[in-house]
């Protein structure tokens, strides 16, 4: 009899553990696509830069992709980009400029210094606009932020923004992340000079 009685109760507990997770519902109206992207650093080790939340809510990117992808295959990192679209509003994002590594022992043993920036900034997209989280991790300092494909800056700064100078000049870009008047390079070698690895398809393709 208990038996009987106990089985309902087991057989709803193990649905109820297989429930998945909710699906976000698509976006309605004018939207836009933000990227992460990222930075190989040798064998196993890379630079990820990526949102975390948006308003409050948790959401995928691509450390979390890579990490998951490469479990199991100890230093083989399987590299894995992650966007999303997002409305066309102001929003609260979240993001963060970390060092990954393919496996645990790796991160146990590493003797450099572990980067990391964080931080929120209020954005809001221009419809039917691609833009791009990108960053610097370094012993001068750290930065993150998001720019458009062209390499205008389209937040705020999250960490130091003398690193953030230092990595537009590298790109020969403006001050203001626009291609300067002075520079010597054409605006098709300065679009190869930003690309980022982890960047989708789409967004490369935009760039040129």
Not at 56 to 74: I, L
Request: with cysteine.
């Amino acid at each position: 009899m208990m038996l009987k009685a106990f089985f309902p109760f087991a057989l709803f507990a193990l649905l109820a553990g297989c429930v998945s997770a909710p699906v976000a519902p698509p976006i309605q109206g004018p939207k836009a696509v933000i990227d992460d992207s990222y930075l190989q650093e040798g064998r196993g080790q890379a630079h990820f830069f990526y949102v975390k939340s948006i308003d409050g809510k948790e959401d995928h990117n691509n450390y979390q992709a890579t990490q998951n992808r490469s479990h199991g295959n100890g230093l083989d990192f399987k590299m894995t980009g992650a966007s999303r679209e997002v409305a066309a509003e102001e929003a609260q994002l979240v993001l963060v400029g970390q060092i990954g590594f393919a496996a645990p022992i790796q991160g146990m043993f590493y003797s450099g210094e572990r980067y990391l920036v964080e931080g929120s900034v209020n954005f809001r997209p221009k419809a039917d606009t691609r833009y791009l989280v990108k960053g610097t991790l370094g012993p001068d300092g750290s930065a993150i932020w998001v720019e458009d494909i062209q390499g205008q800056l389209a937040s705020s700064i999250v960490g130091s923004e003398q690193v953030y100078a230092a990595d537009i000049q590298r790109r020969g870009m403006g001050a203001s992340g626009s291609n300067g008047e002075g520079s010597r390079k054409s605006v098709r070698e300065q679009q190869f000079a930003s690309i980022q690895s982890g960047e989708s398809s789409a967004a490369v393709k935009e760039r040129l």
